[in-house]
């Protein structure tokens, strides 16, 4: 209910109605006076109400009658009437009805009772209710109810004293409160000018209104007062302390600085009055040391008055005020304050004096922006104190000396708990023993080398609550308990760098946001303000050196996480707004003191050390304060600290373990989060932080895992790392913030991510540094962040990558394998993430990043290391399995690195590279640009180089194969591309004025593909290993053959010199020098063939092959390359090879070039092109050769590759000239050249070797002169027309010699038929082919060529003889295994030579010769050349030897050959009688047959009977062919020739024994069928009538008288023998001679039945019938053979019984 109310004013009205009343009933017998005015008022009462409306204003214009009553009660003095006013009024007062005289008499009612010291309190309560409730109050009225107050305050009454100073205190503020109110009033008005301010009186208040004249009053007073001097205004002061004045004026200054800071009036008092008073208070304190007492300082002239705590308390307490309120006014002085607060902190002040400074200072350190002010007022001008950095300083030097001088005032201090036990120490109170086992919980507390000052908590963070400057009731300094200082310091620290960090960043944050402004040119008049950033800069580099001294300072002494983490923090803080303002040094230094810290204590870390030492030049003023230097503060071990962890220290020098602690992991903790969350300022400290975590993570063990994360792992080696339950759950975190740290490195700007980069490289060079020379583990720290700083930020990869890899590259480059390992380990993932991450553009529309993503990769090459380069073509292969389609223009440089092999670099690298290589043949040589190609060849063919891997050589030739493959398939796109690159490429070298430079330039590109396959085949082909030759030779011949024709015809000039003939030359370089040492069987269990188991045989081989391949290309291609102009001179060459090849001295080779020989023979002149080539038909050209010919063979190309090579042959049409087709093109001289080679290879290797035959001479084989012979039917279809005489001697000459070549003995099995079948060795089959061929050219060829018949009769008669004279070979020595059986071949004498069993093959040139006698007997030729004789001559031999033959089939045959020969020739010769030439033949002839029908040699034991009927009736067969053939014509034949011919029939005719016979087979053995054939032929001819020459007649006349008488002998002895022999029978032979006499003599009764009788000479008719009684008187005998035989004679005589007519009838005798 508001008191203006009408209830209000009733009740008001009523009230004071009953007070009056109240009075005057009280006064009614002791103050009448009293009573009366008591009554009248309530008259008046009544009538003011009565009379107005407003009736509490007409009170008020009433109000001195209203109140008169009561003030004359207060003057009875009586108690209960004074209390009854004294209400009363202060009812009035409350409703605001007193006007300004009433209020004027109340007080001077007051005063008197104050006077009387009665109802103090009232008075008070009185005194207050007036003035709070009007403003009537004014001037002196005002200033005696103050000074009314004021003297109740000093009253002896306790109570009073104390509520008069409450008064007291609130009738101030109202003052105040007043002025505040008017000046609020007047607010809108115009100002008046205030009066200049000079030198004007300081009473000089006229310009004031009335409530601030009072305020100034009351102020200027308070401030006499508290000087001790008279007040001006407060007239009837009694008496004041100086301690409640400077209360009030604390209070008047602390809650109403606008009053200062609008009237400058005040602002004067402020300067002129309060701080001069403030400074002159403050002297004692100043010049006190602790100490120091009057006595022992006797020469100072007056005693030095002590500090008074009250005092000295509540004027820290008013500069607090000034200095937050008025700075801005008071500059100097509080200049002055602040020095002072500063020097109050000194240790020889007082403990007490110390605690109250350091709260002020507190307070101070709670306002950044006043911290602000100083330093821009003072600090930041020049010639004045540098006031903040001093009280950093300050504070900073307080802190260290609570540690350093525990000082004598505070005893506790001393005594700390020794080893952290709480016990018998004073603060044990705060120390809780623990369980007996776990560690004690400590009370939070700082120690710092046996120093022990527990920590409290003082102010809640950012309030700088008071403890001792509120003490406002003590008089006596108070005991400060231990730690109090301390922790209000801490305090002050921590608030000081909260608040300037957090005001900074605030602004900063503000700065950042608004647009840069555009700088207005500064005029040179205005002062300008220092800029926001100058100033931030000054505070920092102000205050922190004497921040980070102390900070460092605690945070070793720091036994409390809780404190730790927020020392930690502020170091943080301090470091990250250091970086923002780009304050390098100081940013440092906080770092540094977060490192050391992280680290074992005394753990020597270089980059720590160096680094305070430089950050700055002053040496050992870096942290000085005020003139002491304090030193960094490292470490104390002795400290009771947790410790966590046990570990190997990464530096050489705290040998064995070293220990971390829990306050190291919280270091740790926080030098993470200052990375994390700022290390886009950390720029170059980067280096640092890094070098500290890599430490840290060392002893703890952490290792590099995948993508660079550090996971738990165990320390290699020493004692292993010990890890506390503690740290071993922190770690996985540690290693999560590690990793979240670098992955936060995304966000960094470019500068700040290269500072982190350069660090990471740094630290890693060190590591590098430290694991040279030593087996210790590496740190793998750096290497492995700056893995994974360049995974995160692939994104903007370019612009650190070169600096990363080139580092990494280094790291590769280390002797330390661990080392090694991870520098290859984190180059290569972070190539695979590179190129497998999304950049934008693609890769592969940004070739630039490409390449420069993959050339580390190449750059690894470079490494020696093979395990680098293992991980390298790991690397490959994965790009290749993941990028392979989209490397583009990358590949050369992968290509580059699978190539990158080297023999020396062990299997299992070049295994890895070939994979890579493989994968790439297989899958990606369509996506890969085709100016590539050529690089993928190279590479194959240096894996087919390489000597570590056989197999992979061989599978890198396949791999050739298979891009050859790909060449053809895709011939046609490739093409197109190469050319458009050719183009470009040749515009710029005719830009640059060069050649253009590429291999093999002129041909196409194309062909340049295919050039450089040929080319690196062509290497492999002449590579020392064997296999590897052989496949590539294969395959290079194979390619050549499958796709040659894809090459334009101008290419394959290069194809036949450049790789053809350049390979047959190495090759046949090599094969001549190799080495003919065994070499042994390699790798232990592989076994070499013996065929191989020399180089010179192996080489052989690819000889062999090489040649085999150029000759097939030439066969094969023959058609394209004549067209080409030098043609004839290849095709010398060619033949140049195969000459030597052929004689070379090793058999495999020298065979091989005949096979090769063979093959380009096989050609045929291209006739238009699909003719049949009918003109070898009529050669007889072998049947295999024509359907070679005519299928698609190799000669014809598919029909595929054609159209293809169609297609590219057009687009060099041009480049061309084609022969016409109507051109023949003139081969004969190529086949003439062809002729000459076969001729010189025959000649040098038939030539038998000179001089003695050693060992060693070459003696070619059996297969190679078969072989070489083979060639000659081929190569003479090519040259038979002008094959002449001359040639075929030539021929001969080599038949001849090819088959007089010995086979050595050890071969002989293999080519000698065993001895019982009559074989031709090939060779021989060959050699009689040749002349076959020959032979029936000469039969369809012209008449001139008729007169070769001779020359090759005569050369197969030569081959005749060897039946029974095998040839000789040059000096040789050679067994003749004729008819020896198999197993008298000598095989254990090797070196000798066999020579072949020639008989077969004379035997089959025998045959051969009758053969071709039959066809050309009558030729001209044959008969002029005297062949018949020849013939006859050469089979006399073996028909002379008969038995002495090497084998008895030789004259088998020679006797049946002649038998032929003679019933074709004779007819001949007896026509060519009268011409003579064949005069000589004859004797030749009977010289034949006496040689062979009475031979000289005897029958072998062995021969059975049948064996010699067999040969008998041959021997009759020769007879029969005189007397068919000869002896019928004998007037045509030379009668010298038929009388030989008579005596032979004579000698046969005569039966002589052979004394060798057995008797048993004796009648077998008498050849008597022989004998009787000849004596039926010699009677034939006798009895003839033809006989021509009494010559003959004779001969055969007396060879018929002989042989009766002879007859007539052996029967006559026969009988006398019989006769004496009685029963014993007689001999065989002597039986057997009687029969055969008996049969002749049956055989001539016959003859003489069938003769003319006048054909008949008399005599022998005599002769016969005398033999008649002689063969009756044989009928006794008593053999019955003899008998049947005597019977057969006996018979035909009857036939002569009766004389013969004529005889009786001319009666002759």
């Known amino acids: 209910m508001s008191t203006s109310s009408p209830e209000a004013v009733k009740k008001l009205l009523d009230n004071m109605q009953t007070d009056l009343r109240s009075l005057s009933m009280e006064c009614k017998k002791k103050f009448p006076p009293v009573k009366e005015a008591a009554e009248s008022g309530i008259v008046k ?133 007043r002025m505040v109110a008017e000046d609020e009033r007047f607010k809108g008005l115009a100002e008046e000018p205030p009066a200049v301010q000079g030198n004007s009186n300081r009473r000089s208040v006229s310009t004031l209104r009335p409530s601030a004249k009072d305020a100034y009053m009351l102020f200027q007073d308070l401030c006499q007062l508290v000087n001790a001097d008279a007040p001006y205004w407060l007239v009837g002061m009694t008496e004041m302390t100086r301690t409640f004045g400077l209360e009030l004026l604390e209070s008047v200054l602390n809650d109403f600085p606008e009053v200062f800071l609008q009237h ?280 922190w050196c004497g921040l980070l001294a102390a900070l460092s300072l605690l945070l070793d002494a720091s036994t409390d996480e809780t404190a730790t983490e927020n020392i930690l923090k502020a170091e943080l803080s301090m470091a990250a707004l250091c970086g923002r303002l780009g304050l390098v040094t100081p940013r440092d230094a906080f770092i540094t003191a977060v490192c050391k810290a992280s680290l074992p204590p005394h753990y020597a870390l270089t980059i720590l050390s160096s680094n305070t030492a430089n950050l700055s030049n002053k040496g050992t003023r870096v942290y000085s304060i005020q003139g002491q230097c304090v030193q960094m503060v490292s470490p104390s071990s002795e400290s009771h600290q947790q410790v966590v962890a046990v570990g190997q220290p990464l530096t050489a020098q705290p040998q064995g373990t070293v220990v971390l602690t829990a306050k190291n992991i919280q270091c740790m903790r926080t030098l993470l989060n200052l990375a994390h969350c700022h290390g886009v300022y950390l720029g170059t400290s980067w280096q640092l932080v890094l070098a500290t975590l890599q430490h840290l993570v060392w002893i703890l063990g952490l290792k590099p895992a995948v993508g660079g994360v550090l996971k738990p792992g165990r320390a290699v080696e020493g004692p292993s790392t010990v890890l506390t339950t503690a740290v071993m759950t922190d770690l996985p975190v540690i290693s999560n913030i590690l990793s979240r740290l670098f992955e936060s490195s995304q966000y960094l700007d470019d500068v700040s991510l290269h500072h982190l980069i350069n660090a990471l490289c740094s630290l890693s060079m060190e590591a590098m540094e430290m694991a040279y020379g030593n087996n210790k583990e590496p740190s793998l720290f750096a290497v492995a962040k700056l893995l994974e700083t360049g995974l995160v930020n692939m994104d903007r990869i370019e612009i650190l990558w070169r600096p990363l890899t080139a580092h990494l590259l280094e790291v590769c480059q280390h002797p330390n394998a661990r080392m090694r390992e991870w520098g290859a380990e984190a180059i290569t993932s972070l190539i695979k993430a590179g190129l497998s991450y999304k950049h934008e553009p693609t890769l592969s529309h940004n070739q630039r990043l490409q390449l420069l993503l993959l050339n580390p990769l190449k750059e690894l090459s470079n490494v020696l290391h093979a395990d680098i380069r293992q991980k390298q073509l790991e690397c490959v292969l994965q790009i290749l399995q993941n990028q392979g389609d989209s490397l583009g223009p990358g590949w050369p440089l992968v290509l580059g690195v699978i190539g990158a092999i080297r023999n020396d670099q062990g299997e299992s690298l070049i295994r890895t590279a070939f994979q890579c290589l493989q994968l790439v043949v297989t899958d990606f040589l369509p996506t890969m640009p085709c100016t590539c190609l050529q690089i993928v060849v190279d590479v194959a063919g240096s894996f087919g180089l390489q000597n570590q891997e056989l197999n992979i050589s061989l599978t890198s030739i396949g791999l050739l194969w298979n891009i050859s493959d790909y060449f053809f398939q895709r011939g046609e796109t490739i093409t197109e591309e190469l050319e458009k690159e050719e183009a470009v490429l040749v515009k710029q070298a005719q830009d640059k004025g060069e050649p253009l430079n590429r291999p093999f330039h002129p041909a196409p590109p194309f062909d340049c593909l295919w050039l450089c396959l040929y080319a690196k085949l062509g290497e492999l082909c002449v590579d020392p290993r064997p296999a590897v030759r052989k496949s590539a030779g294969q395959t290079m011949f194979s390619t050549i053959a499958a796709h040659g024709t894809l090459l334009q015809p101008s290419t394959w000039n290069i194809v036949v010199w450049k790789v053809l003939f350049h390979l047959l030359n190495c090759v046949r370089k090599s094969s001549t020098t190799a080495d003919k040492e065994k070499i042994e069987s390699g790798g232990g269990n592989i076994l070499i063939h013996h065929s191989r188991d020399t180089a010179e045989k192996q080489w052989a081989e690819t000889w062999v092959l090489t040649l085999a391949g150029v000759a097939r290309i030439f066969n094969t291609r023959r058609y394209l390359l004549q067209q080409l102009g030098d043609f004839f001179k290849a095709w010398e060459v060619l033949l140049d090879h195969i000459q030597s090849a052929a004689l070379s001295k090793n058999n495999e080779v020298s065979l091989a070039a005949l096979k090769s020989f063979q093959e380009i023979l096989q050609l045929v002149t291209p006739v238009k092109d699909m003719d049949k080539p009918d003109a070898l038909s009529a050669m007889d050209v072998s049947a295999v050769l024509m359907e070679s010919l005519q299928s698609s063979g190799p000669g014809r190309p598919l029909v595929r590759s054609d159209s293809l090579a169609e297609r590219l042959a057009q687009r060099y049409i041009a480049q061309l000239q084609l022969p016409l087709p109507g051109e023949e093109q003139d081969d004969s001289s190529l086949w003439w050249s062809a002729w000459n080679t076969w001729y010189r290879i025959g000649t040098d290797c038939t030539r038998p070797p000179s001089g003695g035959m050693d060992k060693l001479a070459f003696v070619p084989s059996q297969p190679f002169l078969a072989a070489l012979i083979q060639i000659f039917p081929p190569l003479y279809q090519h040259i038979a027309a002008g094959f002449s005489m001359e040639d075929l001697k030539k021929l001969g000459v080599i038949l001849h010699g090819a088959v007089s070549v010995p086979i050595s003995s050890d071969a002989s099995p293999f080519i000698l038929p065993s001895y019982t079948e009559a074989v031709l060795t090939s060779l021989q089959e060959v050699v009689l082919t040749s002349l076959d061929v020959l032979q029936k050219a000469i039969c369809v060829g012209s008449e001139k060529l008729q007169v070769m018949y001779p020359a090759i009769l005569q050369q197969l008669l030569l081959f005749v003889e060897f039946s029974c004279k095998p040839p000789q070979y040059g000096k040789m020595e050679t067994k003749h295994v004729a008819n020896a059986k198999y197993n008298q071949i000598q095989l254990f004498a090797p070196a000798e030579w066999v020579a072949l069993n020639y008989v077969p093959f004379a035997e089959r040139s025998l045959e051969v010769v009758v053969d071709l006698y039959h066809k050309t007997a009558c030729h001209k030729a044959v008969i002029n050349e005297k062949v018949l004789q020849s013939i006859i001559k050469t089979l006399r031999v073996p028909l002379g030897l008969k038995y002495a033959c090497p084998a008895e089939s030789t004259w088998k045959l020679a006797v049946s050959s002649l038998l032929k020969v003679l019933s074709i020739g004779l007819p001949v010769a007896r026509q060519q009688a009268s011409s003579s030439k064949f005069d000589t033949m004859w ?136 006769r004496l022999s009685g029963r014993c029978p007689l001999p065989r032979q002597q039986v057997t001679e009687i029969i055969f006499v008996l049969k002749a003599i049956s055989t001539l009764m016959d003859s003489l039945k069938k003769t003319q009788p006048e054909n008949v000479d008399g005599n022998v008719w005599v002769q016969v019938i005398a033999l008649y009684p002689t063969l009756v008187e044989c009928i006794t005998c008593s053999s019955p053979e003899v008998s049947s035989a005597l019977k057969d004679a006996l018979g035909p005589f009857k036939d002569f019984m009766q004389p013969p007519v004529s005889k009786v009838q001319n009666g002759e005798s």
């Open 45 to 177: 009462i009544k009538t003011i109400a009565a009379r107005h409306t407003d009736v509490l204003a007409a009170l008020k214009e009433n109000s001195s009658e209203v109140v008169q009553p009561f003030l004359m009660g207060c003057g009875t003095k009586e108690p209960k009437i004074t209390q009854l006013c004294l209400a009363a009024i202060q009812r009035l007062m409350s409703h605001e009805v007193v006007s300004e005289a009433a209020a004027g008499n109340i007080i001077n009612m007051l005063w008197q009772l104050m006077e009387n010291g009665l109802e103090e309190l009232k008075l008070l309560q009185t005194v207050l209710v007036l003035l709070t409730t009007n403003t009537v109050v004014h001037d002196e009225v005002l200033s005696k109810a103050i000074v009314l107050c004021f003297r109740l305050h000093f009253t002896k009454d306790n109570i009073t004293n104390n509520t008069a100073a409450a008064t007291v205190r609130q009738v101030v503020t109202v003052v105040f409160e």
């Open 264 to 543: 400058q009036e005040f602002s004067f008092l402020l300067k002129e009055r309060v701080c001069p008073l403030v400074i002159k208070l403050f002297s004692p304190n100043i010049k006190f040391r602790q100490g120091s007492s009057s006595s022992s300082s006797a020469s100072s002239p007056a005693p030095v008055e002590k500090p008074y705590f009250p005092i000295c308390m509540r004027l820290l307490r008013v500069v607090s005020v000034l200095i937050k309120h008025f700075y801005s006014l008071l500059v100097t002085e509080c200049e002055i304050f602040l020095s002072l607060l500063v020097k109050f902190l000194d240790g020889e002040k007082p403990q007490w004096l110390r605690a109250v400074a350091v709260e002020s200072v507190h307070r101070l350190c709670v306002q950044p922006h006043l911290l602000r002010c100083f330093c821009q007022s003072y600090d930041m001008k020049q010639h004045s104190t540098k006031v903040f950095r001093d009280i950093v300083n300050a504070l900073g030097s307080f802190i260290q000396s609570l540690f350093i001088l525990p000082s004598a005032g505070n005893s506790s201090s001393t005594s700390a708990p020794a080893g952290g036990s709480a016990s018998g120490a004073q603060g044990s109170a705060q120390g809780i023993p623990g369980s007996a086992g776990g560690p004690l919980t400590m009370q939070a507390a700082f120690e710092y080398r046996g120093t022990w000052i527990p920590l409290m908590n003082v102010s809640v963070q950012g309030s700088a609550k008071a403890t001792y400057l509120e003490m406002l009731d003590k008089v006596e300094p108070p005991s400060i308990p231990e730690g109090y200082a301390m922790s209000v310091a801490f305090s002050a620290l921590l608030d000081l760098v909260r608040g300037i960090t957090a005001m900074i960043e605030k602004e900063l944050a503000v700065e950042e946001q608004k647009p840069e402004p555009v700088t207005p040119p500064l005029s040179d008049s205005t002062p300008h303000e220092p800029l926001a950033h100058e100033v931030w800069e000054e505070m920092v580099n102000a205050c």
């Open 1483 to 1618: 004797p030749e002839l009977a010289n034949a047959f006496e040689d062979f029908l009475f031979t000289k040699s005897t029958p072998p034991d062995n021969l059975s009977i049948q064996e010699f009927q067999r040969n008998e009736a041959v021997d009759v067969e020769v007879v029969q062919l005189i007397s068919a053939e000869i002896l019928p014509f004998a007037n045509f034949i030379p009668k010298e020739f038929v009388g030989r011919i008579m005596s032979m029939l004579n000698k046969g005719s005569i039966h002589s024994q052979s004394s060798s016979f057995t008797e048993a087979e004796m009648d077998m053995r008498m050849r008597e069928e022989f004998s009787k054939v000849c004596f039926e032929t010699l009677l034939q001819f006798s009895f003839s009538n033809k006989v021509t020459t009494p010559q003959e007649g004779y001969i055969s006349r007396m060879a018929l008288s002989v042989l009766l008488q002879r007859a007539q002998d052996v029967l006559r002895r026969y009988v006398e023998d019989e």
